[in-house]
């Protein structure tokens, strides 16, 4: 399984981006995915995922309200769409992918992900 993460950049406060993952090496359906992201100075904090399905999501606390997940099994990719965004939000943001049941459970835990993309880079400047 591979993971391509991208979309992500430099925006000023209250702006938005889209990050897009797109995954390969086995059926997407099968697999459960997460956004994480990492601050510098700071442990990598789930974000929000989705199950297999795309009806069942989950959010931290402070995104809640601005940030959205989605996928097209379609096309094998998952998207985090993230509005109003805040300084606080700049950190490296990861795609995470595992295979599961397919039920309407999120995962949220590091530990849960077997499959990691590599980063992009999100910077929201004051």
């Known amino acids: 399984v591979q993971l391509q993460a991208s979309g992500g950049g430099l925006v000023q406060a209250g702006g938005s981006l889209r990050l897009s993952c797109t995954f390969s090496?086995?059926?997407?359906?099968?697999?459960?995915m997460g956004w994480f992201r990492q601050a510098p100075g700071k442990t990598r904090e789930f974000v929000g995922g989705i199950n297999w399905s795309g009806r069942s999501t989950d959010y931290i606390d402070s995104v809640k309200g601005r940030f959205t997940v989605s996928r097209d099994n379609s096309k094998n990719t998952v998207h985090l769409q993230m509005a109003n965004l805040k300084p606080e939000d700049t950190a490296v943001y990861y795609c995470a992918a595992d295979r599961r049941a397919r039920n309407n459970y999120v995962y949220n835990q590091i530990g849960d992900y077997h499959y990691w993309g590599q980063g992009t880079q999100v910077t929201v400047s004051s």
């Open positions: 090496g086995d059926t997407f359906s099968s697999y459960v």
